[in-house]
């Protein structure tokens, strides 16, 4: 049953840090379409790339959750080791959309002022974003 509740919790922790991540960024959508429509300047859609991109994370927890399940039911004198591998990965995702979410915000607040960087801003990003991949993906080669 340990692998299990490992499995349930990669998914449930990664996806908490997706609704966090989103709800920061969010924010710093929200807050920066209301400068530009007190400027009546147009409101940059680009904006929910950056408000978006935590949900990914919920993804790969799914993902990893699938192979956790189908390991823990096959080897189950390994559930110690499944739970651990949940609990882990699952907050290296949460905390990596929790930073992507505040990367998001900072970034929605400079395109909105500038209409420049986003290919720069993307790219930040990206690089919060290969936090939860690697542990998504080291945790799988190592079931």
């Known amino acids: 049953m340990l692998g299990l509740i490992g499995a349930g ?4 922790i990664a996806a908490l840090g997706s609704a966090v991540g989103i709800g920061v960024a969010g924010q710093g959508a929200i807050g ?13 859609m680009l904006l929910m790339t950056f408000a978006g991109a935590p949900l990914t994370q ?6 990893l959750m699938q192979q956790m399940k189908a390991a823990a039911l096959v080897n ?3 559930g110690g080791l499944y739970l ?12 990596s959309a929790i930073a992507q979410g505040q990367v998001g915000a900072a970034a929605c607040d400079a395109q909105a002022e500038t209409g420049k960087g986003f290919a720069q801003y993307i790219a930040v990003v990206g ?4 936090v939860a991949l690697f542990a998504m993906v080291l945790s799988m080669t190592s079931l």
């Open 76 to 78: 189950v004198e390994q």
């Open 127 to 130: 690089l919060c974003e290969t």
């Open 32 to 44: 920066a379409w209301k400068r530009c429509y007190k400027a009546n300047k147009p409101a940059p």
């Open 58 to 63: 919920t993804f790969y927890g799914f993902i």
């Open 84 to 95: 651990g591998f949940g609990i882990g990965s699952g907050l290296a995702m949460a905390f």
């Open 9 to 12: 919790l990669v998914m449930g």
